[in-house]
Nanobody, 115 residues
Framework: QVQLVESGGGSGQPGGSLRLSCHATGNVNTVYYLGWYRQVPGKQRELVAAISNAGVLRYADFAKGRFTISRDKDKNTVDLQMTRLKPEDTGLYFC?????????WGQGTQVTVSS
């Protein structure tokens, strides 16, 4: 089992920045990819960005050039720095751990972008 606890998020203005952080505990040595997904109103949950143990990065097209994912293996954390925010980035953001033990999700943290 892997437990994921998210922090950060909240409200931001268009063009502004927000940072999300996720701390993984439990059987973290089975995790290969740590990442962030989001569910925006009217759409299915979608990948935002993910990073593997080897540092392989995956970004959704909408995230490229605006969002940066980083991982601290010692602290078992994964952060998502979001810049140049847009109103359409509003949604519920979930931390995800994917590995040999299964697929785990955090509770989600709300991001709201509005002026």
């Amino acid at each position: 089992q892997v437990q994921l606890v998210e922090s950060g998020g909240g409200s931001g203005q268009p063009g502004g920045s927000l940072r999300l952080s996720c701390h993984a505990t439990g059987n973290v040595n089975t995790v290969y990819y740590l990442g962030w997904y989001r569910q925006v109103p009217g759409k299915q949950r979608e990948l935002v960005a993910a990073i593997s143990n080897a540092g392989v990065l995956r970004y959704a097209d909408f995230a490229k050039g605006r969002f940066t994912i980083s991982r601290d293996k010692d602290k078992n954390t994964v952060d998502l720095q979001m810049t140049r925010l847009k109103p359409e980035d509003t949604g519920l953001y979930f931390c995800n751990a994917d590995g040999s033990d299964g697929d785990y999700w955090g509770q989600g943290t709300q991001v709201t972008v509005s002026s």
